[in-house]
């Protein structure tokens, strides 16, 4: 009730240059954003207060910071630093600055005069509160992505521990900073948090071979993106060249919604291999699915299906080791109340993608859940590839582990060379790629991934 009061109190230039800027900082123009409260602060009369000018100065650096966190420039920095927003300032720093600012302003604003510009005082404090907890906001989520940028390296990312984090900050801040004028800084908070935690969730049920939950996750994410993505094909920038006229182009998209979009392409290219059987149940021929798969990036199925008529191998598979997973039943989705007896013996090691045939090779499955127990030690070190040849069936085998519950093998009639650096180099490339935490060291800007 006392907000909708608010905005009825007579503070409309005030207000019209707040919702201005938060509508530009809303559709990434940080510049713009920064330019036009910068331009404000040095017209505005002395009338206005210094309350006003200390919070259109704090927006300015809002403008700044938000700049550097979409851009992601702050990844891999140290300490330290002399200017404000000198390139060695943390992100951690220049929240932490933007904070005090803040409670400054809004400090001054509730010891304001009483009388016509109390009202004005009184929002500027109101705003200046909620922008302090946006502030904090900003580095929890800035802490997170610096931790998941260190996470690149490793052979296994524990996304569930990452969306438990992720969940709790939405928790903590779906309603700090609720002010109307802030509308668009919300909107944009909880998208971006909606998002990451969407695809990370993904990333935890394709690792769990769960279809139906890791298919809404990646539609939600998915929808989401697209959604955001419709602030900058709306928006055109104007430049002016050198020798008269102009033109106008698309704003280009900021590192950090450019990620996302890499990391959700990624996902999608895993979950098409991974659910490959169930989804070309929907397709009218292979053709059709080979199609669908090829726009993928990578194209798994593609790669492999190349790699056997290349090295003329007798068969590629994904197994999954399904042991200790109460809810398994299979490929594809299952209504939650039907019933299947838990898988035994070598049912408990499916093919999740067998190729070129589509089904596993029956007689070559006992070895291969044999070296999968006898070698896990090995198996189990990054880009460990496993090498074994069986004179009983005169076949030899290759093995990695790209991720826990899943592992890569592939099977050659004859005796290979342990050392073909082809097939090695193939099995390392496959494996690191399904594991998706490359993408996490491409979060920094520059960074291959």
Known sequence: MAEATEE????????????????QLGMFSFDRAKDYVEKEKDGSSKAAGPTWAALLAAL?????????????????????????????????????????EL???????????????????DLLSHLSEQLCHFAQARTEMADLYEKMHSLGGQKSVNSEELVGTLEAVL????????HPILGRVEEGFQTEVDVVTQLLRCQAQVSEWSFLPALLS???????????????????????????????????????????????????????????????????????????????????????CSFIRKHDASNVSLVFDN???????????????????????????????????????????PSVIMMMGDRAAELNAPDKVVH??????????????????????????GRKSEKDAHIAGFLQEIS???????????LKPGSKG
């Not at 690191?432 to 491409?442: E, H, I, Q, T, V």
């Open 171 to 178: 928790h903590k801040y779906s309603s700090k900073f609720h």
């Open 432 to 442: 690191g790629s399904l594991r998706n935490s490359k993408p996490f060291s491409s």
């Open 103 to 121: 409670r400054k302003v809004m400090t001054s604003g509730r010891h304001g005069q009483p009388g016509s510009a109390s009202y004005l005082e």
């Open 323 to 365: 042991r200790g997973s109460e809810s398994f039943q299979g490929h594809g989705y299952h209504h939650p109340h039907s019933y299947r007896e838990a898988p035994k013996g070598v049912e408990q090691f499916p093919a999740v993608v067998s190729l070129p045939s589509g089904e596993r090779p029956l007689t070559h499955w």
């Open 60 to 100: 300015a650096h809002l403008a700044a910071a938000e700049k550097a966190y979409h851009h992601m420039t702050f990844l891999g920095q140290k300490m330290g630093g002399q200017s404000f927003f000198s390139r060695k300032d943390s992100i951690r720093t220049i929240y932490a600055s933007l904070h005090n």
């Open 218 to 304: 990646l539609n939600a994410a998915t929808s989401k993106l697209a959604a955001w993505g419709q602030l900058f094909q709306r928006q055109k920038e104007t430049r002016k060249h050198l020798f008269g006229g102009q033109s106008q182009k698309a704003v280009q998209p900021p590192h950090l919604y450019t990620w996302l979009q890499r990391f959700q392409a990624a996902l999608l290219a895993k979950f098409s291999f991974y659910f490959h059987e169930a989804l070309s149940r929907q397709a009218a021929t292979a053709a059709d699915m080979r199609a669908l798969t090829a726009r993928a990036a990578p194209d798994y199925h593609g790669k492999i």
């Open 388 to 413: 074994f040849y069986d004179d009983k069936v005169l076949s030899t085998y290759y093995l990695t582990r790209p991720e826990p519950h899943f592992t890569l093998v592939v099977i050659f009639d």
């Open 8 to 23: 009825l109190r007579p503070v409309p230039r005030e207000r019209a240059i707040l919702e201005s800027f938060f509508t």
